[in-house]
């Protein structure tokens, strides 16, 4: 499985960016996707997750109510909508995948697959 991200940038306080993510070389529908970020010194922190077939999804309380994660089973991507951006947001952002829902969701190690990061900005 590969997972491309893009999308991040530089971009004002109270702005929006959304976050793509392509997915490649597997058969979704018994994944889960989700989104990390990292700034530096910090660890890698959750951010969102979702089931690919769109039953569950789940927010850190930090970005609930401005970010949407969402995938689109045509182009087999996975996005984050982002709204409302601060600069506490500031970090790479990264996609990640893992064959079957978790109930350990918010936890990076029990994800098999990453994406290479992209990087956001916020100014303030």
């Known amino acids: 499985v590969q997972l491309q991200a893009s999308g991040g940038g530089l971009v004002q306080a109270g702005g929006s960016l959304r976050l793509s993510c392509a997915a490649s070389?597997?058969?979704?529908?018994?994944?889960?996707f989700g989104w990390f970020r990292q700034a530096p010194g910090k660890e890698r922190e959750f951010v969102a997750a979702?089931?690919?077939?769109?039953?569950?999804?789940t927010y850190a309380d930090s970005v609930k109510g401005r970010f949407t994660i969402s995938r689109d089973y045509a182009k087999n991507t996975l996005y984050l909508q982002m709204n409302s951006l601060s600069p506490e947001d500031t970090s790479v952002y990264y996609c990640?995948?893992?064959?079957?829902?978790?109930?350990?969701?918010?936890?990076?190690?029990?994800?098999?697959?990453w994406g290479q990061g992209t990087q956001v900005t916020v100014s303030s």
């Open positions: 990640t995948a893992r064959i079957r829902w978790t109930t350990n969701y918010y936890s990076a190690s029990e994800y098999s697959y």
């Open positions: 070389g597997g058969t979704f529908s018994d994944y889960a």
């Open positions: 979702m089931r690919w077939n769109g039953a569950r999804t």
